[in-house]
């Protein structure tokens, strides 16, 4: 079946730094992938959409600058929290879709919980 | 507007009980229906995925049913074990030409299963 990789799993950083969160499809071409944000206790929060080969496209309330995403290849997707603050601390979620066998199915990756000193 | 409805919010059954958790959906053009588990602290993951043409589909202890007339799905949980303690989500997805998708996704139901 399909299977996404997100990585890293756990990230501390300083204020102000940035970090990035990659998001792979390893068994197959992810035409969209998806990023989502998720506080403790809340419902997961869309945050863009992003199509292979095209910018992303954000949700309402989602600053493009700060949250810089990237999918430049069918199997990567990344996620560039710049100049992080504490309030940016989430749990950051991926999912893909795209073609192949079981592709169609959207799959999430495991997270990246990133905490913001 | 997409929208998609879960209900109840939140649910306590004791160990070994049934339950049934509820979507309903206004979404359109209607591709199809996902129900996903998402334990605490991790992705989630998918359930069932059932299209227009499908009325019920199952899996393991999990059956999930589609009404595509009245826009209602439901998952039913048979006999329930401690660790189908997570939030259970269904995602609605439409699609929007050129092989892009646009999904709705619903609050959840945050099922506790208690011994």
């Known amino acids: 079946g399909a299977v996404v990789s997100q990585h890293p799993s756990r990230v501390i950083c300083k204020s102000g730094t940035s970090v990035k969160i990659e998001c792979r499809s390893l068994?197959?071409?992810?035409?969209?992938m998806f990023w989502y944000r998720q506080f403790p206790k809340k419902s997961l929060m869309l945050m863009a959409t992003s199509n292979e080969g095209s910018k992303a496209t954000y949700e309402q309330g989602v600053e493009k600058d700060k949250f810089l995403i990237n999918h430049a290849s069918l199997t990567l997707s990344t996620l560039t929290v710049t100049s992080a603050h504490p309030e940016d601390s989430s749990f950051y979620i991926c999912s893909a879709i795209g073609q192949g066998s079981g592709a169609n199915v959207l799959t999430f990756g495991a997270g990246s919980r990133l905490t913001v000193l | 507007k997409n929208q998609v409805e879960q209900s109840p919010q939140s649910l306590i059954i004791l160990e070994g009980k049934n339950c049934t958790l509820q979507?309903?959906?206004?979404?359109?053009?209607?591709?199809?229906l996902r129900w996903y588990k998402q334990d605490t602290g991790r992705g989630p993951v998918s359930l069932t995925i059932?299209?227009?043409?499908?009325n019920t589909k199952s899996n393991g202890r999990y059956t999930a049913t589609l009404d595509a007339d009245t826009k209602q799905s439901s998952l039913h949980i048979t006999a329930s074990q401690l660790s189908d303690s997570a939030s259970y989500i269904c995602v609605v997805s439409a699609k929007s030409g050129a092989g892009s998708y646009q999904l709705t996704f619903g609050k959840g139901t945050k099922l506790s299963v208690i011994p």
């Open positions: 979507c309903n959906y206004t979404v359109s053009p209607f591709s199809n």
């Open positions: 059932m299209t227009f043409s499908e």
């Open positions: 068994d197959f071409q992810a035409t969209t």
